[in-house]
């Protein structure tokens, strides 16, 4: 998809299952059933979309999948099917790991900077990027690295350190654009310092909404995640974010979503819908 100066490339990691009561949080099984079906284990089928941006000048990374560390028993309890895997759909793209000068994380956890570290041929974990700067916001780091009994499972060590032992991180503190064209912001609610990612280019924005609004499904305010931390921040983020990307035809790009990668909301009466958007 061309995008102003960017061209824009939705990428997959595969599909991973979570709880679906876990992905709907308040909100009852037989309304979310009927727009995520479960599996015999209560899962739902998510997507794991990254986003490539390229320009004339650099080429751009937004988050990274689950990656290939979990070992057969993770594989199993989260329905891992990495069919379409990260690194084929980059090279479906023609673009190699080496040409990516930037990473950016939404946040840091497993679904989606897995990816960002591959186990070498002696159990080494190394970043997969090694030529980029991985832009990551110093709290989610600092969150990251120290973990409670609530987030714990969510960060694993070998999906991050590494890329500090190799001295390839880019620590931000505050919003704003870190390529030109390309700004973060922190949306706090599912963890304290989720970010997303706009893109803006010739009068157009585009955003990576990433665990705001995992999927088409929650678009509505109260479809939130029970997975996330501070869910009032959650809503409190996206009631004003909803009126804005309505009114401006952002393009939003569902990161979980198991069949739409990006979409335009519309308000139609009280109902919220997702009009997509071929990328
Ligand atoms: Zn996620």
Redesign the pocket.
């Known amino acids: 998809m061309t995008f102003g100066e960017f061209e824009l490339v939705s990428l997959s990691d595969g599909f991973v299952g979570f709880d679906g009561g876990a992905m709907f949080g308040v909100v009852p099984k037989p309304l979310w059933e009927r727009r995520a079906p479960a599996d015999a284990r209560n899962r739902i089928r ?1 997507g ?1 979309r990254p986003l490539l941006v390229r320009s004339d000048r650099q080429t751009v990374l937004i988050d990274a999948g689950i990656g290939g560390k979990m070992s057969a028993k993770e594989q199993d309890i989260y329905a891992i099917d990495r069919s379409p895997s990260l690194e084929r759909s980059l090279a479906a793209a023609g673009v190699a790991a080496s040409e990516i000068d930037v990473v950016i994380a939404t ?1 840091l ?1 497993f ?2 900077v897995g990816g960002l570290t591959t186990r070498g041929a002696d159990d080494r974990i190394l970043p997969v990027f090694p030529g980029a700067r991985h832009v990551i916001r110093r709290g989610e780091w600092e969150d990251a690295t120290h973990p409670h009994e609530r987030n714990r499972a969510s960060y694993l060590a070998e999906n991050f350190a590494p890329l500090a032992e190799a001295g390839v991180v880019d620590f931000v503190d505050s919003d704003g654009e870190v390529v030109p064209g390309i700004s973060v912001w922190r949306t706090g609610g ?1 963890t304290h310092h989720h970010q997303l990612v706009k893109i803006e280019s010739g009068g157009k924005t585009a955003v990576f909404v ?2 705001l609004i ?1 999927t088409i499904a929650h678009v509505d305010p109260p479809w939130i995640m029970g ?1 996330d931390l501070y869910p009032m921040d959650t809503l409190a983020y996206k009631k004003p974010f909803l009126r804005e990307a309505i009114a401006r035809e952002y393009v939003i790009f569902f ?2 979503d198991p069949a739409i990668a990006a979409g335009v909301i519309r308000e139609q009466g009280s109902r919220l819908t997702v009009e997509p958007v071929r990328v």
């Open positions: 998510l794991m946040h956890h679904d989606h599912h990433a665990d995992p997975y990161e979980h």
